[in-house]
């Protein structure tokens, strides 16, 4: 609530002390990281940002959000790099969500043709 309602001072202590609780709570870290940067505290959000796509490799918003961090430091090859592993691991994600609403919907398998298959 404190992030959303700008208050950048209060929303990194609180993400810290949460991050602090859970140490592998991924969504903790990325809170943390994106107030830093969001309080011009940018160099400072690195480090979360990067546990976080250490603990979920596969979390688009840890890559984007890192991403970020390192192009408001001007570091835009390793920005380069996390936006690509954004758009890999985001990609990946809605693949993976349209298989899900493929099953659910009761194509799984390819459709029957006239002829059995071999």
Do not use: C
Not at 12 to 41: M, P
Not at 58 to 71: I, T, W
Not at 86 to 108: C, D, F, S, V
């Amino acid at each position: 609530m404190a992030r959303q309602a700008r208050q950048w001072d209060e929303a990194v202590e609180r993400f810290r002390h949460a991050a602090k609780l859970g140490g592998t709570f991924e969504d903790a870290l990325i809170g943390l990281g994106k107030s830093l940067v969001s309080a011009n505290q940018a160099a400072e959000a690195i480090e979360p940002l990067e546990a976080a796509v250490k603990l979920a490799p596969d979390n688009p918003v840890a890559h984007y959000q890192l991403s970020f961090a390192y192009r408001r430091l001007g570091r835009e090859d390793e920005a380069k790099k996390e936006l690509a592993a954004y758009r890999e691991t985001h990609e990946k994600l809605l693949r993976a969500g349209q298989a899900i609403r493929a099953g659910i919907q009761g194509r799984m398998t390819a459709p029957q043709t006239v002829e059995p298959p071999e």
